[in-house]
């Protein structure tokens, strides 16, 4: 099978690209364990992408249930050099309000208790991979023209904080975040990221803001509704700035 050109992780609300032509269901197992589902391969501006829902087809997995390592290491067995990651998101600056698309540029993780490395010592082997710039520079660059040339607004750099979950957090908690230098707030960006560099892969995060976070909007409460309906409307320029990256 010839490799992929693109690998795209969609997370809550983006379960499909509706895109894609000729695809094809991709199943297979990692020595990491079971992927999150099948990898949609098909045909994209006539290149080869490939889709994997973060969370399962029919959205079964929680944040800290994901296996980050089987899903990355899966999309680098089918050839994938390229990762575009989608990740739903809570906003906390101004910048970063409901429908709003963007990548990040930082992150800090809050993340705790998850397998976050392919190096767990076996072979007595450790890896300090450099992550001094967690998402790839050159992909970020290629997106923000490809969004450019789709007409599509992102906005370019920002601090992404990768919570626990599966709750949503506590005001004071994101309000630290915002001292902390966050401006937007999700639950998957990690261990994702680092485990994308512990296997050489380019990665990028394309952040779909679908609330204000805890304390930073109006709403009283997050629902789901909401959030679901802002990622829908949010997601339509994707196709557009797919087309773009991968022509
Ligand atoms: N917090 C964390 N993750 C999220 C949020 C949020 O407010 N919205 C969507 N994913």
Same mark, same amino acid.
């Given at each position: 099978m010839? +490799?992929?050109?693109?690998?795209?992780?969609?997370? %809550?609300?983006?379960?499909r690209?509706?895109a894609?032509?000729?695809?094809?269901?991709?199943?297979?197992?990692? +020595?990491?364990?079971?992927?999150?589902?099948?990898v949609?391969?098909?045909?994209?501006?006539?290149?080869?992408?490939?889709?994997? *829902?973060?969370?399962? $087809?029919?959205?079964?997995?929680?944040?800290? =249930?994901?296996?980050?390592? *089987? @899903?990355? /290491? =899966?999309?680098?067995?089918?050839? *994938? !050099?390229?990762? #575009?990651?989608?990740?739903?998101?809570?906003?906390?600056? &101004?910048?970063w309000?409901?429908?709003?698309?963007? #990548?990040?540029?930082?992150?800090? &993780?809050?993340?705790w208790?998850?397998?976050?490395?392919?190096?767990?010592?076996?072979?007595?082997?450790?890896?300090?991979?450099?992550?001094?710039?967690?998402? %790839?520079?050159?992909?970020?660059?290629?997106?923000?023209?490809?969004?450019?040339?789709?007409?599509?607004?992102?906005?370019d750099?920002?601090c992404?904080?990768?919570?626990?979950?599966? !709750?949503?957090?506590? =005001?004071?908690?994101?309000?630290?975040? !915002?001292? &902390?230098?966050?401006?937007?707030?999700?639950?998957?960006?990690?261990? $994702?990221?680092?485990?994308? !560099?512990?296997?050489?892969? &380019?990665y990028?995060?394309l952040?779909?803001?679908?609330? /204000?976070?805890?304390?930073?909007g109006?709403?009283? $409460?997050?629902?789901?509704?909401?959030?679901?309906? @802002?990622?829908?409307? *949010?997601?339509?320029?994707? +196709?557009?700035? #797919?087309?773009?990256?991968?022509?």
């Amino acid at each position: 099978m010839p +490799p992929l050109d693109l690998a795209v992780i969609g997370g %809550t609300g983006l379960y499909r690209l509706a895109a894609l032509t000729g695809v094809q269901a991709v199943e297979g197992d990692t +020595p990491y364990g079971a992927p999150s589902g099948p990898v949609r391969v098909g045909q994209l501006a006539g290149r080869r992408v490939g889709f994997l *829902a973060r969370h399962g $087809e029919g959205h079964s997995l929680p944040p800290h =249930r994901v296996n980050y390592r *089987a @899903n990355l /290491w =899966r999309l680098k067995d089918l050839g *994938a !050099r390229r990762v #575009l990651a989608v990740n739903t998101v809570g906003g906390i600056t &101004d910048a970063w309000g409901p429908q709003v698309l963007g #990548l990040p540029d930082q992150l800090i &993780d809050y993340t705790w208790g998850r397998t976050s490395s392919f190096w767990d010592g076996e072979g007595g082997e450790v890896l300090h991979v450099d992550f001094g710039e967690p998402y %790839t520079p050159s992909l970020r660059a290629a997106v923000l023209a490809a969004a450019n040339k789709a007409g599509v607004a992102l906005v370019d750099g920002g601090c992404y904080g990768a919570t626990q979950g599966p !709750r949503l957090e506590t =005001r004071a908690e994101i309000a630290r975040m !915002r001292r &902390d230098g966050c401006d937007l707030v999700g639950m998957t960006g990690m261990p $994702e990221a680092g485990l994308a !560099r512990e296997l050489g892969l &380019d990665y990028a995060c394309l952040a779909i803001v679908a609330n /204000w976070a805890a304390g930073c909007g109006d709403a009283a $409460e997050i629902t789901l509704e909401e959030v679901l309906a @802002n990622v829908e409307a *949010a997601s339509a320029g994707l +196709p557009g700035l #797919l087309e773009a990256l991968l022509g």
